[in-house]
C-alpha cells in the first residue's frame, strides 16, 4: 500500500481562513448625470428609485436597519472640502450624533461616528465643481460584518466629473 504525504496547513492559515466572513456579492450604481460610481452589497435587497433630479439613491437591507446613500451635488458656493465637511458634522451632530473622524482629505473628505445605536460614516469628494458623496448608516451591532464591505466602497467609489 502507498503511503500519501499530507500537506498540513500552519494552524494560523486554519484558524484564518476559519474566521473568513464569506464573500459579498456587489453590484455597481453608476449615475448618469453626475457621472460617479459606486459597488453596493447585494444585500441591499431594497434599492430605492432614483432622486427625481437624477442625482443619487438610496439602498437598503431587507430588515431596513442598514443604508447606504450616494449623491452628486454641484458645489455652487464654492466650498472648500473643509467648509463642507464643517457643515456636515455640524449637521450630524445637531441630530444628536457623536463624531469620532473628521479628516479633510486631498480633494475630499470623511466624517465618521455613532448616531444612537447606528455607526455612519460618509465620504465625500470634491472635482470639477462636484461633491460625490456616500453616507453607509448601520447599527453598531453590525459593526464586524460591515468594516470590510464599508471599507472596500470607500476604496472603489469613483467620483463623478
Do not use: C
Not at 474566521?19 to 453608476?30: C, E, L, N, S, W
Not at 431594497?46 to 438610496?58: F, I, L, M, T, Y
Amino acid at each position: 500500500m502507498r503511503r500519501r504525504s499530507r500537506r498540513l496547513l500552519p494552524a494560523t492559515v486554519v484558524v484564518g481562513l476559519a474566521f473568513q466572513a464569506p464573500p459579498v456579492d456587489y453590484h455597481t450604481y453608476r449615475n448618469a448625470r453626475f457621472g460617479y460610481s459606486i459597488p453596493y452589497p447585494a444585500a441591499l435587497v431594497r434599492p430605492q428609485p432614483e432622486a427625481p433630479n437624477g442625482d443619487g439613491r438610496r439602498f437598503v437591507s431587507a430588515d431596513g436597519a442598514t443604508t447606504l446613500t450616494v449623491y452628486g451635488s454641484h458645489n455652487a458656493l464654492d466650498h472648500t472640502a473643509h467648509q463642507q465637511l464643517t457643515m456636515s458634522r455640524q449637521s450630524w451632530q445637531e441630530k444628536g450624533a457623536t463624531v469620532t473622524l473628521a479628516k479633510v482629505l486631498p480633494g475630499g473628505y470623511v466624517l465618521s461616528g455613532t448616531l444612537h445605536t447606528s455607526i455612519f460614516y460618509e465620504k465625500a469628494s470634491l472635482q470639477n465643481g462636484v461633491f460625490s458623496t456616500f453616507i453607509w448608516q448601520y447599527p453598531a451591532a453590525q459593526k464586524p460584518r460591515l468594516d470590510a464591505v464599508v471599507s472596500y466602497t470607500a476604496r472603489t467609489f469613483r467620483p463623478g466629473r
